[in-house]
């Protein structure tokens, strides 16, 4: 097999995964609807032809097998095309298992949070511990100074003890497999960091989700076969899932303190300004200190959970800790966009209300007294929905206001997340909240109001989108001298 086409090509998953195929040395090309920055400059970089929009003639001539994004649906025209002319073709995560995981020492993490950066810091603790690492996450990692780049992917030594790093997502796979991605990873180590109902267009309540987790926990290959799994002991449907799986490999698990009875956990715990500080101990032996240049609670169990799969995978705790210091993180999680006027314009991915307040939580630990203002923008097909209505009323506690976005979906009332509602519960509970109209209004509101100087705002952007370029307009707007007009936005 040489070939390879990729239906619905410009999507984050599918353009890193493009990349690597190509790294990989196949023949790569593609197609979709639309491509535009930052995804199309990327397939370009890489040397990728990208056909728009979808087209049977895209097809031509037949390549070995078609990849089919987990957005086609089965009507799409090429999708059509490429059945009636009988072409080889699979999702996208059945061709990474395939290609790619089966060859190595897969290592999947899953869970509902934190599976973005924890890849990310695994990848890029094996790299700095020079195990050559392949992996393949779901953000971009920024660049440092181990030599990795700031890429989604890298191919990695080969060999069946050469680790390679995936997220494993619990969504389903392809408009012919409608079972989670994760199914196809062949995970021989396997973190698993949290669990909570997500994903309501596809599963109807929390169990759905754990007896999938049970699936997974069971592909992992016993001990002689160095099967590991690594579960967070803080999570209540974690350990459903794991009474509800045959587990035939070792298992450890980690916490945050000691009161879990968990093999792994920290003590003298402690966060400031340049990230978390805190003493690892494995099986009630001190292992050692560790600083991590990231907040919040949450990425403290990140960490942990890290911790146990590296030391699984043969590290020590000082190459550990030296990968941890000098982790730069990952785009869109904290991520600083810039500053004007001293006010501080942060982008993070959260969404799931768990997410949201466990990030704010962790930039007030971050930026002590300055005030953080709460920008969120409910747009995945969870977040858009009332299921987590009351949900959200709790999740802005930490923040000084709350700037509320309309839903990016439009939905039936009756389902349907109420923004002006929530905003109106977030003032009950003495939160100064506005439900904004547009993103415009939300920029025109910071410009006006945000503190700014020596304590100026945080400003912290949360949403799984673009969030209509928010961050770029805010710093241009605060760069507006107070009492002058701001310019009309370009569209």
């Known amino acids: 097999m040489k070939s390879i086409h990729l239906i619905g ?8 995964f493009a990349g690597l195929l190509k790294a990989a040395g196949y023949d790569v090309r593609g197609s979709d609807e639309n491509v535009y920055p930052p995804m199309s400059t990327k397939l370009t970089d890489w040397g990728i032809e990208t056909q728009t929009p979808y087209a049977a003639a895209n097809l031509d001539p037949a390549p070995d097998l078609v990849v089919v994004g987990n957005v086609v ?3 799409n025209v090429e999708a059509s095309a490429m059945r009636e002319r009988h072409l080889r073709h699979q999702s996208f995560p059945a061709t990474l298992g395939d290609l790619f ?8 993490v899953a869970g509902t949070h934190g599976k973005t950066t924890t890849s990310a810091l695994l990848a890029w603790t ?5 195990r050559d ?6 953000g971009i990692p920024l660049a440092g100074t181990n030599g990795a780049q700031e890429e989604s992917f890298r191919l990695g030594a080969p060999g069946p003890m050469s680790p390679f790093v995936v997220e494993g997502d619990e969504y389903d796979t392809a408009y012919f497999d409608k079972g989670p991605k994760f199914l196809h990873y062949r995970p021989r180590s396997l973190l698993c960091t949290s669990l ?10 929390v169990a759905a989700i754990e007896a999938r987790f049970s699936e997974l926990m ?7 076969e160095g099967g590991h799994i690594v579960l967070c002991a803080e999570e209540l449907h974690l350990k459903k899932a794991r009474n509800g799986a045959s587990v035939r490999a070792r298992i450890t698990t980690y916490a945050s303190s000691s009161a879990e009875g968990a093999n792994v956990f920290c003590q003298r715990h402690s966060e400031d300004e340049q990230g978390l500080q805190f003493e690892v101990v494995v099986d009630d032996v001190v292992a050692g200190p560790c600083t991590l240049p990231l907040s919040g609670r949450h990425n403290l169990l990140n960490a942990l959970g890290a911790y146990a799969v590296l030391s699984g995978l043969g590290l020590s705790h000082a190459e550990i800790a030296l990968g941890f210091a000098s982790f730069p993180g990952v785009k ?8 004007q006027q001293g006010v501080v314009v942060v982008d993070d991915f959260a969404h799931h209300p768990t997410a949201v307040r466990t990030t704010l939580d962790g930039a007030k630990q971050r930026y002590g007294p300055r005030p953080v203002w709460a920008i969120f923008e409910p747009r995945s097909a969870t977040s858009c929905r009332k299921i987590f209505q009351d949900d959200y009323a709790r999740a802005f506690d930490a923040a000084t206001k709350v700037l509320l976005a309309p839903p990016g979906r439009q939905l039936d009332p009756a389902v349907a997340l109420d923004v002006e509602k929530l905003a109106l519960d977030l003032r009950e509970r003495g939160i100064d909240a506005v439900a904004c109209a547009s993103v415009d209004e939300i920029v025109a509101l910071a410009h006006s109001s945000a503190p700014r100087g020596d304590q100026g705002a945080v400003l912290l952007c949360m949403s799984n989108g673009a969030f209509g370029g928010i961050h770029d307009r805010l710093l241009a707007a605060l760069a507006v001298p107070l009492g002058e007009p701001l310019a009309r936005p370009t569209r």
């Open 126 to 130: 094996l790299q700095s511990a020079g």
């Open 133 to 138: 690492p392949g992996y393949l996450v779901g």
């Open 9 to 16: 090509v410009a999507g984050t998953g599918m353009g890193a």
């Open 101 to 108: 995981l089966s060859k190595r020492l897969s290592v999947v």
């Open 332 to 339: 869109r999680r904290m991520e600083v966009k810039g500053q």
């Open 196 to 205: 909570e109902y997500d994903h309501a267009d596809i599963y109807p309540n």
């Open 218 to 224: 069971s592909l992992v290959p016993d001990v002689k």
């Open 73 to 75: 649906k089965k009507d």
